[in-house]
Each structure stands twice: as C-alpha cells, then as structure tokens.
Nanobody, 120 residues
Framework: QVQLVESGGGLVQAGDSLKLSCAIS???????IGWFRQTPGKERAFVAA???????KLTDSLTGRFTISRDNAKNTVFLQMNRLKPEDTAVYYC???????????????WGQGTQVTVSS
C-alpha cells in the first residue's frame, strides 16, 4: 500500500510561487502520482500527474502555470506553482494510481492534503 504525505502549502499573495511536495513510501515505481485540488462544495479537480518509472506527464491546460516533477532518489513528487491567483486557493492532494490518468476515481491512495491560500 502506497502512503503519501503532502507538504509545502501556505498563505501567499497573488503572483507568488509555491512548491508542493508529495513524499512517497511503500510500493514500487510502476505507478503514477497525480495532484488534485478541491474547494468547499466542489469535486476534486485534476491538476497534473507523472509516472515515476518513465517520467511521462499529463497536465491540465487550465493550469499551465504549474509544473510537475519527480525525484525518485528522494521518493518525492513536486508541484511547482507560479504566478498564483486567488482562484488557485484550494486543498491540494497527491494520489497514486497504476495508470497515468486524470480521473480521480482511478487513484486508490491519497494523502491528507495541504492548504494553499492565495490572497489578492
């Protein structure tokens, strides 16, 4: 069972950058890690995903300001977020799946989430 722990969230101003981390334990490298975000009353929305074995990526065109990367030596996946906007405010989650997809229902291991708040 893969275990995930997010970190790096916080309160920033519009235009700032923030880098989230997803620490991974358990499992092997033959799966994908995805980042999702959720605001109150809404479903979790896909942000980006990356395969740990070959680095293949899947991104959402609406979040072109965000870059996903991995450091397998540190068992960590990152989400670099630039030029943040107030509408980026959400709880950000990382999750693990066997396939590189944007459908949250395919992901079967989830972290506890980290809050990102962007003030205007």
């Amino acid at each position: 069972q893969v275990q995930l722990v997010e970190s790096g969230g916080g309160l920033v101003q519009a235009g700032d950058s923030l880098k989230l981390s997803c620490a991974i334990s358990g499992g092997t490298f033959n799966y994908a890690i995805g980042w999702f975000r959720q605001t109150p009353g809404k479903e979790r929305a896909f942000v980006a995903a990356i395969r740990l074995d070959n680095g293949g990526k899947l991104t959402d065109s609406l979040t072109g300001r965000f870059t996903i990367s991995r450091d397998n030596a540190k068992n960590t996946v990152f989400l670099q977020m630039n030029r943040l906007k107030p509408e980026d405010t959400a709880v950000y989650y990382c999750a693990a799946a066997k396939s590189l997809v944007s459908d949250s229902s395919v992901y079967d291991s989830w972290g506890q989430g980290t809050q990102v708040t962007v003030s205007s």
